[in-house]
């Protein structure tokens, strides 16, 4: 099976060397020459079987993902599908597969997860879309997938634009998560009584009800930097959170952990705090996502 994959980034490089280490030919294309297998799109698409096209988008969200998709679908013929793995809002994917279906190009939408830990361990996928279109990607999914039984790691959660919904909430509750650790960690060395902070945290990684890989992430953060002193509390949202927030706003559904969450992380730019230290620790160590140094206005480290 041979696919085109669009961005080769952190994500996109990962992607493809985990599917081809699966045995599905890709042909990746990026704005970087030096890391691309072709020069264009448009040798992209030559470069795939005519009416079976399956191309895969890893880029930016927004205004850089609907050109991409808008110039596959100049490009491609009817029988051929365009994949957006990218962290798109999900309103913006019912308009494209409308645009794409004009010209019986297949659409579906996938929420990735995994970061930079997805190519040793699986990326948990999450796809909206028609059913028989999924049905014949599911060779793809199966490679990019974690290994053991596949409703583990990855999910056909609905219609066209179900599998970008279902990552953002998500992301949503991945906030949560990240800032009650981060402010378990704080707490922790408010006062003189715990003397070992990171091999308490350590602790709770086996056994408790409170392990999580994300628990892990944190503790291997605090064992290369304890005090946590190298990384600023300067937290970045991706937008998925707010997107979270909004859909619960106009869901009338209460999200008090999740908005709070969000919110810290405004708060993060106003002063100094060791829990949103500990968030940007999270960010860095599972999506590869770039922290400042610590200091006035320090810059930021990829």
């Known amino acids: 099976m041979r696919i085109g994959l669009v ?11 985990r599917l081809r280490s699966h045995g599905i030919d890709v042909v990746g294309y990026d704005r970087d020459p030096a890391v691309s297998d072709v020069l264009s799109l448009a040798e992209l698409v030559a470069a795939l079987p005519a009416g079976e096209r399956i191309v895969w988008v890893m880029v930016p969200a927004g205004g850089i993902t609907d050109a991409v998709v808008t110039d596959l679908g100049a490009l491609m013929t009817a029988g051929d599908a365009v994949i957006d793995g990218g962290n798109s809002h999900y309103v913006d994917d019912a308009p494209r597969a409308d645009a794409l279906a004009e010209a019986g190009i297949g659409y579906l939408d996938v929420g990735v997860s995994g970061g930079v830990w997805g190519l040793e361990n699986g990326y948990g996928l999450m796809v909206g ?7 014949r990607v599911m060779p793809v999914f199966d490679a990019l997938r974690p290994e053991g039984p596949r409703e583990e790691g990855f999910v056909h959660a609905g219609d066209v634009g179900a599998g970008h919904y279902a990552k953002m909430v998500h992301n949503g509750i991945e906030y949560g998560l990240m800032q009650a650790y981060a402010e378990g960690f704080e707490l922790l060395g408010a006062q003189d009584i715990v003397t070992d902070v990171p091999g308490t945290m350590k602790a709770w990684t086996r056994g408790t009800v409170v392990r999580s890989w994300l628990l892990e992430l944190l503790v291997k953060a605090l064992e290369d930097d304890p005090e946590l ?3 600023s509390d300067w937290v970045e949202d991706s937008g998925e959170g707010r997107w979270t927030v909004d859909a619960a706003i106009d869901a009338e559904v209460p999200l008090p952990v999740i908005s709070a969450a969000l919110f810290a992380r405004f708060a993060s730019r106003q ?14 160590q599972f999506g590869g996502h770039g922290v400042r140094e610590a200091g006035p206005a320090g810059p930021q480290v990829p």
């Open 7 to 17: 961005g080769l980034g952190k994500m996109g490089a990962n992607m493809a060397t």
């Open 129 to 135: 879309g028609d059913a028989d279109l999924v049905a």
């Open 229 to 231: 002193a190298r990384i």
């Open 271 to 284: 002063g100094a705090s060791p829990a949103m230290k500990a968030v940007a620790a999270l960010r860095h």
